[in-house]
Structures are given as structure tokens and as C-alpha cells.
């Protein structure tokens, strides 16, 4: 259960930098090289450092007759008195112990032909515990992954 608010505003959203580089707090100082070395693969506009880039760029990228005229932001985690079940085995091999995610539903215009049409704009991280936290005894304290998905969705 993920429970959260929402805003309106008018014109386009800000959509904030996030990470998707685990950080040695959520791994813990590695053993050997290689498991958790600093990595930023960049697919099309997508990098790790930050992944929301991808949705700033699709806006930066937007025809010059479109423009985003009003905007409806809704924040949703766990953090918030939520949580996640899963089944026992998920639990054990990949437990999602946290979840976030931010909506953004854009109006949009365009200057030429006055038609105005919906966008959805999406971010969302899922922090994965899947194996034993280096350096730890207690296999109950396990390494932190952010699993990220973002995508923008038009409604013409």
C-alpha cells in the first residue's frame, strides 16, 4: 500500500534528478571488485546517475507548437504508513521492501490547431533486497538495489 498526495500547477512539471546507483550504504563495502562498481550506462536518454533525465529530455524535446499548459503531480510510497507483502519466496530471493513513484498528468497544447490532449509522465523506484549485505553475519540484513521504471504515455 502506497499512500501519498497530490498538486496542481500550471505549465510544465519539475521533475527532479533520482539515482539508480546503489550507494555502499545500501551494499556495504564489496568484497571483490566488479559487484557494485560505479556504473552509468546510457541508453538513448536514459543513465543511471539519473534516470529521471529521460523524462526532462521528452520535454526539452517537445515540437516547438506543443507546450505543457497545466500539471497534476501525485506522489505515492511506501514510506508513508505503507508497506509491501509478498509471498515467502519472494521474500527470501528478491523482497521489494520499499516502493515511490510520482504521476505527472500534463496537459497539452497545440498552438497551431488549438487541440488540447493528455500526457502521462512516470517515475517510479522499487528497492529490492535480494543477497546478504557484504561485510554482514545476519542474512537478514541484505543489499539494497533500486529497480527503476519510467516512461512517458500520450493520450491523442
Keep these: 500500500m502506497a499512500l501519498g498526495n497530490y498538486s496542481e500547477s500550471e505549465g510544465a512539471p519539475i521533475i527532479n534528478n533520482k539515482t539508480a ?32 533525465g529521460t523524462l526532462q529530455s521528452f520535454i526539452v524535446k517537445m515540437p516547438s507548437n506543443l507546450s505543457i499548459i497545466n500539471t497534476t503531480t501525485m506522489e505515492v510510497s511506501t514510506a508513508n504508513n505503507g508497506g509491501i507483502n509478498n509471498i515467502p ?16 498528468i500534463e496537459e497539452v497544447q497545440n498552438s497551431k490547431t488549438g487541440q ?26 541484505r543489499i539494497q538495489w533500486p529497480h ?9
Design 89 to 104: 519466496y519472494i521474500k527470501k530471493h528478491a523482497d521489494a521492501s520499499s516502493f515511490e513513484t510520482t504521476y505527472w
Design 116 to 141: 488540447i490532449y493528455l500526457q502521462l509522465q512516470y517515475s517510479q523506484q522499487t528497492i529490492l533486497e535480494f543477497i546478504t549485505k557484504f561485510g554482514q553475519k545476519d542474512p537478514n540484513i
Design 21 to 52: 546507483i546503489p550507494s555502499t550504504e545500501q551494499t556495504g563495502p564489496p568484497p571483490i571488485l566488479g559487484y557494485t562498481d560505479t556504473y552509468d550506462p546510457k541508453v538513448g536518454d536514459f543513465t543511471a546517475s539519473n534516470y529521471n
Design 148 to 156: 527503476v521504471n519510467v516512461n512517458t504515455l500520450l493520450k491523442q
